[in-house]
Nanobody
């Protein structure tokens, strides 16, 4: 099966930067879209940024101008560069990907990483 593993989370001061990475592994035929979501305690999970195969990127309004999503198709990896971090950005960040496996090529499934904690202190 396909697995997504996030890394790069941590504790930073407001105004600081972090870069998250998410590497997909397993029997992969194609990765269509990749995205980053986040969830704070008591809050619903929200989409932060998404990127398609053509590198078309979309961001939620609260992170525009501060976060940048990118992907390296050769490495099956998506990144989230986070600058000018704010305490409001504190959450568990989850990687998401729509992946077509080699076993059933006709179907794409949503896969999720287990999450990485980002804490921004003031």
């Amino acid at each position: 099966q396909v697995q997504l593993v996030e890394s790069g989370g941590g504790l930073v001061q407001a105004g600081g930067s972090l870069t998250l990475s998410c590497a997909a592994s397993g029997s992969i035929f194609d990765i269509k879209a990749m995205a980053w979501y986040r969830q704070a305690p008591g809050k619903q999970r929200e989409l932060v940024a998404a990127i398609g195969k053509g590198a078309n990127a979309n961001y939620t309004d609260s992170v525009k101008g501060r976060f940048t999503i990118s992907r390296d198709n050769a490495k099956n990896t998506v990144y989230l560069q986070m600058n000018t971090l704010k305490p409001e950005d504190t959450a568990v960040y989850y990687c998401n990907a729509q992946i077509v496996g080699r076993t059933i090529i006709a179907v794409a499934y949503d896969y999720w990483g287990q999450g990485t904690q980002v804490t921004v202190s003031s």
